[in-house]
Structure formats: structure tokens, C-alpha cells
């Protein structure tokens, strides 16, 4: 019955993945919840910790559909639950994808809060998963990972006065770049080279480095570029509103070098 329960938040989460509202993920949720009656962790701990997992992934949906915290804070309860089964040393790789989506889950609740706490929190979950998530095992999933660490850098550098968490996230996306080519996949090589180019362009107004400010411009506008000929117009248009900031900030800079 509980496995049932579980296949059937599967299916679910799916369906709830590929429409637009909630209901579907709801269900989900209440699915794995009841499989948790049964797939108790003292009779099936790996399989307890797999419902959690998958429980922490359609609340993250949930959560990043929704404006509140809820279901976000539910996720990262859920990931955390997991990660007492799903050790390190018992299954690695599970343990670090764990690690990954507790990180985008607590970067999630970051972007939402004022604070910096959750994103500290995400980067250590981030680096965590890269310590088994590693370039010469899963080379697109360590990419994956150094993506979403940058992200969470940057966001973090954006809040404080420094310039470190800016330094640290071009360093992530650049690691990125090395395995997320052009030529192998070119809407995610777009993607984390317009990111790489939005930390370079605050980078660039802390330290008033013109060279910065080109690379962050020309970065952007070749992201856009790709992603609005790959018809990701979301994405393109991300980079998009970035653009005039980015030739102000060169402008004003090559008008002091004068």
C-alpha cells in the first residue's frame, strides 16, 4: 500500500511539474505523506528516507510556485529528514543530490528573506554535494552543482559590501563553463555565462574595473542572444534588463579613464 502511495506521488509530481498550478502537487504531497504512515524509518529506513526526499522535491515546487515560506521551510525539513538515512558514507551520490536540492531549497527561502543565514546555509549544502558530485564521476551534474552554487554566491555578494562572494561565484560559473560548453549544451552554456556576467558587472561597479565591465557586457549580450534564438524568452529577457545597466556602468567608467 505505501509503495502504491509513493509510485502515486510520483506520477503526480510529474503531471504537477508539467502543468501551472498546484493542485496536482498537492496531491503529491499528501500521496507521499501517507506512504510516510507506513514506510516508517525503524522498518525501512533507505525507503523512508527516499519518500522524504521525493516529499522535499514536490514541496520545493510547491513552495517556488507559491510568494509565502511554508512549504519551502517543509522542504528543507523533508531534505534534512533524508539526509539521517541517506549518509555519506552508506550511499554517496544520494547523499549528495540530497545535499544539492536542500541547497536550492534553502537559496529559494534566501531569495525571500532579507538575511544571509539560509544562503550561507545553501552554500555549505552546495559544496557538501560537490565533494561526491565530482567533475570526473558526473561531469554535467558537478556543472549543475557549481551553477547553483554561483547563484547562491551572488546573491549573497549582492547583500554585502565586498567583493569575496562576488569573486567566489565568477570562480563557480567559470568551473561551470568547463564541462557546460557551447557545443554540448547551449542554452545551459548561455545561461551560466549571462549569470558569470551579472556578478562580473556588480564585480565591476565595486572595483571600478573597466575590463570587468566589458567582459560582464559583452557576456550578457551574448546570452541574450542565444537564449532568444533557442526560444527561452524568459531567460533572454533576464539578461535583457541587465543590458543597460551593464553599458552605463562601461560608459561611465571609460569616461573616467579620460
Known sequence: WAMTQMNLGNALQT????????????????????ALEEMTRDRVPLQWATV????????????????????????????RAALEERTRDRVPLQWAITQMNLGNALATLGQRESGTARLEQAVA???????????????????MTQMNLGNALQTLGQRESGTARLEQAVAAYRAALEEWTRERVPLDWASALGNQGLALRVLADRTRDLGQARQ???????AEAVLREG???P????????????E???????????
Open 235 to 246: 531567460w533572454a529577457a533576464t539578461f535583457a534588463k541587465a543590458i543597460p545597466a551593464a
Open 52 to 79: 522524504q526526499m521525493n516529499l522535499g522535491t514536490a514541496l520545493l515546487t510547491l513552495g517556488e510556485r507559491e510568494s509565502g515560506t511554508a512549504r519551502l521551510e517543509q522542504a528543507v525539513a523533508a531534505y
Open 216 to 222: 560582464a557586457l559583452d557576456q550578457l549580450r551574448l
Open 125 to 143: 549544502a552546495y559544496r557538501a554535494a560537490l565533494e561526491e558530485r565530482t567533475r570526473d564521476r558526473v561531469p554535467l551534474d558537478w556543472a
Open 15 to 34: 503531471l504537477g511539474q508539467r502543468e501551472s498550478g498546484t493542485a496536482r502537487l498537492e496531491q503529491a504531497v499528501a500521496a507521499y505523506r501517507a
Open 231 to 233: 526560444g527561452h524568452a
Open 248 to 258: 552605463a556602468l562601461v560608459a561611465a567608467l571609460a569616461d573616467g579613464k579620460k
